[in-house]
């Protein structure tokens, strides 16, 4: 059970095109927002369909692979963790952000980027 503990699957689309980093030890960082989508009727028997947005984390050869080929609208199924990191802006509030570092990539009938 130890492998569950802290894992993430999803399938969905990107938000936008993967912005893409070099750190100074020269490697690749990439950071993408996925949308998923639910739908389900709610009490009055309406369709409601709800939008989840979560941003992703790669790096190395995942991240040179979405580069490459992942752009605006591409699906794509992910697993990853869950990671949480903290900062503090311009007047000194603590501030958190969730994030998940993408462990394994899919993508869905996607083109390469010309």
């Excluded at 999803?10 to 893409?20: D, F, Q, R, Y």
């Excluded at 989508?37 to 190395?60: D, S």
């Amino acid at each position: 059970m130890n492998a569950l503990r802290n894992k993430v699957q999803l399938i969905g689309n990107l938000g936008n095109a993967p912005e893409v980093r070099n750190t100074d030890s020269g490697k690749k960082l990439v950071k993408f927002s996925v949308a998923t989508n639910e739908t389900y009727n709610n009490a009055k028997g309406e369709k409601v369909k709800e939008t989840q947005w979560h941003n992703l984390v790669a790096w190395g050869k995942i991240a040179e692979i979405a580069e490459k080929y992942l752009q605006k609208g591409s699906e794509v199924a992910i697993e990853g963790k869950l990671i949480t990191r903290n900062y503090s802006d311009k007047e000194g509030n603590k501030k958190y952000i969730t994030e998940i570092l993408v462990n394994d990539l899919l993508m869905f009938g996607g083109k390469e980027k010309e």
